[in-house]
Every structure is written in structure tokens, then in C-alpha cells.
């Protein structure tokens, strides 16, 4: 049975950082691409960043390149997010995903593409 376990949301003032993690289980994690997500209320879901199999490659949304880090550990089967400067137009669930993807360096920016999601972690940026 696939897990995705994301942790490290909770409430923050503008201009602070948090990191968010991903536990993946009951996959081979280096036969997937991993990406996170988000959605605000009222909102859809939409990409925030995602990165290759073998983490070489990293693509991310406008609006968080530059303040936004995904990296990966194959040690620990776990994909991270690194928020900062955060703003109060970050806040939102966010989300994590896999996406099983056949070659080391394939990154997928669509939702439809991922097969496994977590249930999601809260971040809350207050201004």
C-alpha cells in the first residue's frame, strides 16, 4: 500500500520559512517523479514544484521560484520543500505527489499525470 506522509506545515509571519516533507512507502521511490501541490481555499489545487527521479531536474511555479527549494532523499524515500520569504498569498494545503515516470530525468508539471497523493499538510502565512 502507497503512503504519502507530509509534514511540517503550521502557521508562520510573512517573511519566515518553513520546510515541508514528504515520507514515501510501499513504493520504489526512485522509479517516481515527486512533486508538491497546493490548494487555498475556494481555490483548485494547483503546482507549486517538481523534481526528476534522479533529482537533477526541478521545475517550479513563477511566483515561488527564487523562495521555493524541492530536493529529494533517496536514503530516506522522502521529498522536501523548502519555503522562503512566505507570503500570505502562500497559504494554502499543500500536497504531495508521485508520479511514476520512466526516464531519471522526466518532471511532471500536470496533476493528471501523479498516481499517488498525501492527504496534505496546512501552511498559514499571516501578514
Known amino acids: 500500500q502507497v503512503q504519502l506522509v507530509e509534514s511540517g506545515g503550521g502557521l508562520v509571519q510573512a517573511g519566515g520559512s518553513l520546510r515541508l516533507s514528504c515520507a514515501a512507502s510501499?513504493?520504489?521511490?526512485?522509479?517516481?517523479?515527486m512533486g508538491w501541490f497546493r490548494q487555498a481555499p475556494g481555490q483548485e489545487r494547483e503546482f507549486v514544484a517538481c523534481?526528476?527521479?534522479?533529482?537533477?531536474?526541478?521545475y517550479y511555479k513563477s511566483s515561488v521560484k527564487g523562495r521555493f527549494t524541492i530536493s529529494r532523499d533517496g536514503a530516506k524515500n522522502a521529498v522536501n520543500l523548502q519555503m522562503n520569504s512566505l507570503k500570505p498569498e502562500d497559504t494554502a494545503v499543500y500536497y504531495c505527489?508521485?508520479?511514476?515516470?520512466?526516464?531519471?530525468?522526466?518532471?511532471?508539471?500536470?496533476?493528471?499525470?501523479?498516481?499517488?497523493w498525501g492527504q496534505g499538510t496546512q501552511v498559514t502565512v499571516s501578514s
Open positions: 505527489a508521485a508520479a511514476r515516470a520512466s526516464w531519471p530525468q522526466t518532471i511532471v508539471g500536470s496533476a493528471g499525470q501523479y498516481d499517488y
Open positions: 510501499g513504493l520504489t521511490f526512485d522509479s517516481y517523479a
Open positions: 523534481i526528476s527521479r534522479d533529482g537533477d531536474y526541478q
